[in-house]
């Protein structure tokens, strides 16, 4: 066998980009493997990631929205009209990290997990209770 | 059009021991929609990477499923490995590929157990719990867990196969083979096992792609992917093929999963005999720093791992996606169409894992 | 080993377990363990069955379930906690969505330790829960009530909650 391991990039991107580097990824045929947010503790960042696959050659394309503090409310289009699966993990971002994802196809309003404590990954901004 | 009516299905079940919540919209016997809902298991255990350093995480790791309990902890260590830039000894990598391979092993044979209950062939059931016990057992002799092993930890392992326990690997081996090589021909040739299989639930190759499906449930409707091909641990040096079917219904996904089973059984022994002297573990320094993403291809599919550290014990984000959370959209996609007697067997096909999935 | 006139039945849930203990309880029903030589049967049901298996601990979610299932049974019934999540919330004890093991919202009168709980502990913890089960039958054949018994599991379910 021939061990392909494949590339494993990063590519950073602005917030408002996601649709169309994900329509190019869509048009090179691969498939999204997962997306995830991060809270950077350290930087107060809040990160989003999607991770776009090639089930031939096993390469990896992480695009990666960074949001400061004080920009974490910023609207992010959804991705569920061009990969239908999206929404799951769009859902799972909103509810424990808070990230703002706009339309998403399959909306759980928040109640994907239905846990009482509201987005527990991320701190609360001052003023919020 | 007949009668639109509403049916939850779980979260307590009798055909799948996990609580998973489904409401099936029926016109007649005929499904229509399905919405899953989750969070029955939700723990959040991703945020413990605050309370605890990176070497316990481990530990919690493992515990995110305990069918695939050893992928979860491999997968966890080799992308801190990663991160940290730590060479792990070439033994500890082929005794982590042999305990993966044992986890699948078992895996698969609980599933081809838990499908015969969901159709109602209990003596099948019975059958394949009993040959997977003996897995079990050298599970326990090696690890001396039987379900969680916990062998794994950041630079290699905590355990050694002795020349003994490879005997035992082997007869055991043999054990097997030759005991699913009895089930399989029930499995695929017994009249009434395929009446309720075939034509169930089928995923064109398009489909599969269009939904993000992972591990046997996408190479069941053709799609050769299999993460193992990616060479981590030892995979790289043995010698392994993807096993897929082109029927993309639940005789297809048996069909591949049985065939996985004679896979592992091949990938024991060829990493046995190849099995390297050497140390079981590299010495960790320091604290992770910095991100890696990583895929492995637990029993029930691809799994992502994302890690990111920043250069204290406790990690900034330790993220899995589970291959059970990716299938969501396969089996929300073949309920619909389905009859309603067949949700069992379709919920059970994709090899559910929800502690999997929510985490 | 008691004198057992009935054969209960079980019947298992899922907490917010991580399937390790789930898989043992099943293991526990096969040939090689073969808990059914005790007359228990697995059933799905739970307007008849006797004894609950719980594994895995309590979210916010399942809270609800398992107090339905719980109230589902009919007397005499008993509660079996397979594993340590299901006994105390084990090692997902501090997470944000875990309110603790199974005896935060039914009373519990078998615990059994483990992670995953081993087959011969499970079994064991089954056969003690049998006991319980002919113990309560036997009252409730007598004419005397179980409620003492329920409000005094009540009253330590309290008591375990003020700690």
């Known amino acids: 066998m021939t061990a392909t391991e494949g590339k494993n990039e990063i590519i950073a991107i602005e917030p408002g980009e996601l649709s169309v580097k994900a329509m190019e990824m869509k048009s090179k045929g691969l498939r999204l493997s997962q997306a995830c947010a991060a809270w950077l503790r350290k930087d107060e960042k809040l990160e989003l990631s999607y991770s776009f696959v090639d089930d031939d050659n096993y390469d990896m394309f992480n695009v990666r929205i960074s949001l400061d503090n004080d920009k974490r409310d910023t609207e992010i289009a959804s991705i569920s009209d061009i990969f239908p699966y999206a929404a799951f993990y769009e859902n799972e971002m909103r509810e424990l990290f808070g990230a703002n994802i706009k339309v998403i196809n399959l909306d759980f309003h928040n109640k994907l997990y239905r846990i009482e404590e509201e987005t527990p990954f991320v701190p609360k901004k001052e003023g919020q209770n | ?349 994709i090899d559910p894992c929800i502690s999997c999935t929510e985490r | 080993m008691y004198k057992i006139t009935r054969s209960p039945w079980v019947m298992h849930y899922d907490g917010s377990s991580c399937n390790g203990c789930d898989i043992e309880v099943l293991a526990c029903l096969t040939p090689v363990y073969d808990a059914e030589r005790f007359g228990i049967i697995n059933t799905g049901d739970p307007m008849q069955a006797d004894i609950l298996l719980v594994t895995g601990g309590i979210n916010t979610q399942n809270a609800p379930v398992v107090k339905q299932l719980y109230d589902q049974m009919a007397d005499p019934k008993v509660v079996v906690a397979v594993g340590v999540c299901a006994c105390t919330g084990g090692v997902f004890k501090d997470c944000y969505n875990i309110l603790g093991g199974a005896d935060q919202v039914i009373p519990v009168d078998v615990y059994v330790p483990g992670c995953a709980a081993r087959p011969q502990a499970i079994i064991d913890g089954i056969v003690k829960g049998i006991g319980v089960f002919q113990e309560r039958l036997e009252k409730m054949e007598k004419g005397e009530s179980l409620t003492e018994d329920k409000e005094k599991k009540a009253e330590e379910t309290a008591e375990s909650e003020d700690k």
């Open chain 2, 1 to 349: 059009m007949g009668k639109r009516s509403v049916i939850p299905y779980g979260p307590q079940h009798p055909v799948l021991p996990e609580p998973i919540h489904l409401d099936l919209v029926l016109e007649d016997e005929k499904i229509v929609d399905v919405l899953p809902s989750i969070g029955f298991i939700h723990r959040g255990l991703e945020k413990l990477t605050e309370k605890r350093d990176f070497n316990q995480m481990v530990y919690v790791t493992e515990r995110v499923c305990g069918i695939c309990s050893f992928g979860h902890g491999y997968g966890y260590c080799d992308t801190v490995e990663h991160i940290m830039n730590i060479e792990v000894p070439d033994r500890a990598k082929f005794l982590r590929t042999i305990w993966f391979e044992l986890s699948r092993l078992h895996s698969h044979l609980l599933w081809a157990g838990l499908m015969a209950d969901a159709f109602g062939f209990e003596n099948l059931f019975y059958q394949c719990w009993r040959v997977r016990e003996k897995v079990l057992d050298v599970i326990e002799l090696t690890t001396g867990g039987r379900v969680i092993f916990s062998v794994n930890k950041v630079g290699g392992v905590l355990k050694d196969i002795t020349p003994d326990m490879q005997k035992a690997i082997l007869e055991m081996l043999d054990y097997v083979e030759k005991e699913t090589k009895v089930l399989e021909k029930t499995f695929m040739n017994d009249y009434t096992v395929e009446s309720r299989m075939k034509g169930v639930g089928v995923l064109t190759k398009e489909q599969a792609h269009a939904l993000g499906c992972a591990g046997p449930f996408a190479r069941a409707s053709g799609i050769a992917t299999d993460m193992r091909m990616r060479g981590y641990a030892a995979y790289g040096e043995l010698d392994m093929e993807p096993i897929i079917s082109n029927d993309g219904d639940c005789y297809g996904r048996c069909e591949v999963r049985i065939g996985e089973i004679y896979q592992s059984i091949d990938l024991i022994r060829q990493a046995l005999d190849k099995l390297p002297e050497g140390e079981l573990a590299a010495v960790v320094k320091g604290n992770p720093d910095g991100e890696y993403f990583m895929r492995i291809e637990q029993p029930r599919g691809e799994a992502d791992y994302y890690i990111r550290g920043n250069g204290t014990p406790n990690l900034d984000r330790m993220r899995v996606r589970t291959p059970t959370f990716a299938n969501l959209a396969g089996l929300c996609a073949v309920l619909k169409g389905a009859d309603y007697a067949d949700v069992g067997i379709l919920a059970v096909t």
